[in-house]
Structures are given as structure tokens and as C-alpha cells.
Nanobody, 115 residues
Framework: QVQLVESGGGLVQPGGSLRLSCEAS????????MGWYRQAPGKQRELVAV???????NYAGAVKGRFAISRDNAKNTVYLQMNSLKPEDTAVYYC?????????WGQGTQVTVSS
């Protein structure tokens, strides 16, 4: 099992940028597919981006070209660089680690995009 702690959320104006971090402990993230999900009020949690243990990435259509997921296995940390933020990106962002035997979530970090 891996414990995940997200950070880096906050209030940002439309067009701005934020970088989320997800620090893991208890196990190495090198054996996990790591992902970022988000949940807006009244909506279901949705995939934002995932990165495989080998570094292959996949993005939701709504964020492709604006967001970038990366991982630093040495620091046991996953990042989500978010650029050109829009009001519809407002949500709680959750970090996820999964493999055949495990599926763990962080507590989430709030991102609010508003002028």
C-alpha cells in the first residue's frame, strides 16, 4: 500500500498556471501507474492524466495540450503542470496509484480558477 499526499492547489486567475505535486510514501511509485483525477461539485470523479511506470502518458481531451503529467521515481513524487487554466478546471484534484494488487488515493487538493 502507498500513502499519497497532494499539494500545490489554490486560487488562480483564468489563463494562469499551477503545479500540483503528489508525494508518496510506504512504497516506491516505480511499480505503479500514477494518475491525476478531479471531481467538480455535483459531478463524478474523472480522469485527468495518467503516466505508466515506463513514462507513457495519456490525457483527457479537455486538458490535452494544457496539462502535463510527470514522475520522479527517485523523489517518489508525481507532478501535474497545469497551464492556460480555465474556470471549468475548478475541482478537487486527487492523486492515484494503482497496479494489479493495489489502488490508493490521496486526500485531494482544491484548485479554483476564477477572476
Amino acid at each position: 500500500q502507498v500513502q499519497l499526499v497532494e499539494s500545490g492547489g489554490g486560487l488562480v486567475q483564468p489563463g494562469g498556471s499551477l503545479r500540483l505535486s503528489c508525494e508518496a510514501s510506504g512504497s516506491s511509485i516505480s511499480i505503479y501507474i500514477m494518475g491525476w483525477y478531479r471531481q467538480a461539485p455535483g459531478k463524478q470523479r474523472e480522469l485527468v492524466a495518467v503516466i505508466s511506470s515506463g513514462g507513457t502518458t495519456n490525457y483527457a481531451g479537455a486538458v490535452k495540450g494544457r496539462f502535463a503529467i510527470s514522475r520522479d521515481n527517485a523523489k517518489n513524487t508525481v507532478y501535474l503542470q497545469m497551464n492556460s487554466l480555465k474556470p471549468e478546471d475548478t475541482a478537487v484534484y486527487y492523486c492515484n496509484a494503482r497496479n494489479l494488487f493495489d489502488n490508493d488515493w490521496g486526500q485531494g487538493t482544491q484548485v479554483t480558477v476564477s477572476s
